[in-house]
């Protein structure tokens, strides 16, 4: 059985086809294109498919596409403002919170809903934020510094490599800190607003 | 000639005579520096394409129908109503792929799909192509398998019973072997028993390792696709694309250079990707045969029964040391659990033994190590392949030693360091920085107030390890250098690598661009790296045995180097001074001698363009061979584990045993890493971090385990990752690296492996604390809160008991 819905995803709101079963997570893939947000276990135990629903972190692999309909769902395409990545992406590059990089689009996804409601999260409130979101390679360390330094961007309005730079005192802030000017508002058309 | 703006992403701009003279003076400019990685960014804004991300127009869907049977002769596989389900292209089973396959060449006992007989839960049967996945997995349920069930053995030591070898697992290799012996490996250095027999204290004890799997978050995928041109295209998560390359096109009869293999980027791998895996060869042949794409995506279950994780071990070790704490003797026997086929299990053999000398001085050694085929999922590499284990019996053993020398154990590991030169098994060690490392994690750890001063219940342990940089042996026996690196430099300041390594998270890719802007001097985002596509860049043997870093890293160097002298010839041709006096860093080329001269400075775009002008267009090659003189000792065997360069870790682990539960729980592994020059600290920070959280995992948390009842039997216990437990954020330990930069000869930039050796000492050290902890040995694993609340009920009633009597 196939079926058309309207969904709303990323600022867009899009009419797909689908297969009735289709959960959220393979609508997103398999029919969308949008394979940011990835599939590890198919049973919800993982995170790796977390995605925003009206900017709370949901596990996309075992919601039936139709529980998200009518609610503004966010992935990690939908992260940046435009050209210009979020704080929280360029902070677990900087840090090097992102290894393999397959858990990575459920834990942004699992710290920005973090972030929405607490600015200033002590450590152990970003554990038990991410306690979802298994990650094989870092350890977790990286991953929570990287939320750290997000946060105090945002609330500093400072750019993470300055916070960076800043606090491993980096000498030469080299231009593989600074790869390209990140000026806010920039790329017109391509911010989701 | 000159024009800034050709350059608007030049770092050094406006201050420029300011910061070239610091640019002059550094060491180094890239190296060691904490950069960017190339594709971080694309990893967290969704961008990196991973295997299952790709979809092509006409893709089929294909499903592997697995082994229901731990141990039966196949009688009949019936795909008829298989074949008849609307949407069903093709059925394949094993008579299709008759040609064994094997990472190592000498052990080639796995077929793709079964051929006779299944020797495991899991083993693949047949395999079906069909218009999606559910009408594949639909088909799966028609298929009829007629099963004549064997015997079957979950545990190495029935396997080894004489009846066990008159229906073996798999059929001898030779006359008069038996065949559910993969590979025995007996070694001997220095007059062991004369030795022992001197010892002044002697420590003999068994130990047990489970078995775990390297669980990594993306799932196996593979797709294939024929072109009407007559190649075979394969996509897939693997971390050796050339072995991958090889083996396809050896079971699939093609020629090898109409097969071309990529990998994208890979989701985790911890050696768990790092042989042909049945799906491979299932989606080449059904590509081959619909003409159409074909993708097969493993299920998390799946994926726990392909394992090929680290073998269970029974080990039994001797340590004898003199009163004056030398090790005089170790004597060690081990079985290895393999499970159904042999992966890597020929040289895990040798590893359980080859691997455990160094860091110490040890006056002889003999092990005895048997690897035994069981019906279940098949062992092979993860992370610190096949030496994780013996380390955790090794020193656990050598903190009893120091115990009844009544030395600290740090002390006493001091007392054994064998510097650089020879490891008693003759293996050539160039750089060690061990002892740095146990100064390290005593004084970060705050040892000497801590140890044996925590009180019941808290307590810290301490253990040390070494690792190889790479293997000095390709799997294959060839001459051929063991990595290459092409570079091409174009005139708008562009460079381009092209190597053979697997980026699976290691960053792999990130190295060889930093290598790139170090030699070449422009910035990173100049920098853009391609990697594993075997059409288009040179042949590296993989991710595995931690052996980029040097390897290819080294190439990279080489063959940035070639480019580099012509560019500083250019430039000095240019303002009439010495090449070596040019220098090319920051995004300029300079004058060293007068970096604020405005003269002789040039945006490095410029000076590649005089190169370009007078040698033509930028390119060259690099390689890698390992050394062969000297490197190890000429005795059978004496190959497998030598190693170009080898790292040195030490970890101290903090725990805390609550004795009515049973459950520990680690705070703090502080873990000092020998990785000669950190080519980028944050990057090796992150190596050390993930080793030790696999660790401390494996040593308190996770066991591959099977079901024993009657009508389960061998079943996995837990394939999925609600069951099998690997640390969610709130179950980690803080870590604290520390980094130890012992400059080794043989690295680039004097550079060592950080990506498996700093697992190792994770459990004994675990261990180690606990008995520091309780006052409890145990020396099985894991230390979970069952075993753990046994072992303190244990040692208690051993106790009353001696009481009374």
Known sequence: MKDVITLHINGDEIEVGIPTHFTLLETLRYALGLTG????????????????????????????????????????????????????????????????????????????????????????????????????????????????????????????????????????????????????????????? | MRNEDLLPLQEVTADAPERLREVAEAEYRTIGGRNRSTDGLFKSTGVAVYTDDITFPGMLHAKILRSTEPHARILSIDPAQALALPGVYDVITGEELPTPYGIIPWTPDEHALALGKVRFVGDAVACVAAIDEETATAALELIEVEYEPLP?????????????????????????????????????????????????????????????????????????????????????????????????????????????????????????KSEPFDLEFCVALLAVRTGRPVKILYTREEVFYSHRGRHPMKMTYRVGASSDGRILAVDARTILDGGAYASFGLVTTYYSGQLLTAPYEIDSYRFDSTRVYTNKAPCGPKRGHGSVQPRFAFEISLDKVAEALDLDPIEFRRGVFMGTGRTVNEFRVQSNGFLECLESVETASGWKDKFRKMGYGRGVGVAGSCYISGTNYPIYPNPMPQAAVQVQVERSGRVTVLHGASEIGQGSDSTMAYIACEELGVPLDYVRVFSADTDLVPVDLGAYSSRETVMVGNACVMACRQIGGLVRGSVADEWGIEPSQVRLAGGWAFDSGDPASPERRLPIAQAFQLAEAGHGTLGAVGHYNTPKEGVHGEYRGGTIGASPAYSFTAHVAEVEVDPDSGFVEVNTIWVAHDCG???????????????????????????????????????????????????TSLDCPEFVPLIVESIDPEGPYGAKEAGEGPLHPSLPAIANAIYDAIGIRIDSLPFTPDRVWRAIRDAEAAKSAEEVA
């Open chain 2, 152 to 272: 079957y053995y979950l545990d190495p030591e029935e396997a080894l019973a004489e009846e066990a070898a008159e229906d073996p697992i798999h059929e001898p290799r030779k006359p008069g072997h038996n065949g559910n012996i993969l590979k025995r490996v007996q070694l001997e250095f220095g007059p062991v028993d004369e030795k022992m027999a001197k010892a002044d204290v002697l420590v003999e004890d068994e130990y047990f390792f489970h078995g775990t799997t390297h669980t990594p978050i993306e799932p196996h995928c593979a797709i294939a696709r024929m072109n009407q041109n007559g190649l075979l295209e394969m996509w897939s998560a693997t971390q050796v694309p050339h072995y991958l390359h090889r083996e396809i096109a050896r079971v699939l009869g093609l020629d090898v250079a109409k097969v071309r293999v990529v990998q994208p980027a890979v989701g985790g791998a911890f050696g768990g």
């Open chain 2, 677 to 727: 020059r950190a080519l980028n600290p944050m990057l090796v920070e992150g190596q050390i971090e993930g080793s030790a959280y696999m660790g401390c995992a494996e040593a308190i948390l996770e066991e591959q385990t099977y079901k024993t009842g009657e009508h389960q039997g061998a079943l996995h216990d837990a394939p999925s990752l609600l069951d099998y437990r690997i640390p």
């Open chain 1, 37 to 193: 947000s990835k599939q590890g276990c198919d049973k919800g135990d993982c995170g790796a498919c977390t995605v925003l629903l009206d900017g709370k972190p949901h596990l996309a692999c075992i919601m039936p596409v139709y529980e998200a309909i009518g609610h503004q769902i966010t992935t990690v395409e939908g992260l940046a403002e435009g050209r210009v990545p979020h704080p929280l992406q360029d902070a677990f590059d900087l840090c090097g919170a992102a290894q393999c990089g397959f858990c990575t689009p459920g834990i942004l996804c699992s710290a920005y809903g973090l972030l929405a409601e607490n600015t200033d999260p002590s450590r152990d409130e970003i554990r038990r934020a991410l306690s979802g979101n298994l990650c094989r390679c870092t350890g977790y360390t990286k991953i929570f510094e990287a939320v750290e330094i997000a946060a105090e961007s945002l609330r500093s309005g400072a750019d993470p490599r300055d916070i960076v730079a800043e606090r491993y005192d980096l000498v030469f802030p080299s231009s593989s800190m600074r790869p390209a000017k990140h000026t806010a508002g920039s790329s017109a058309g391509a911010s989701h607003a």
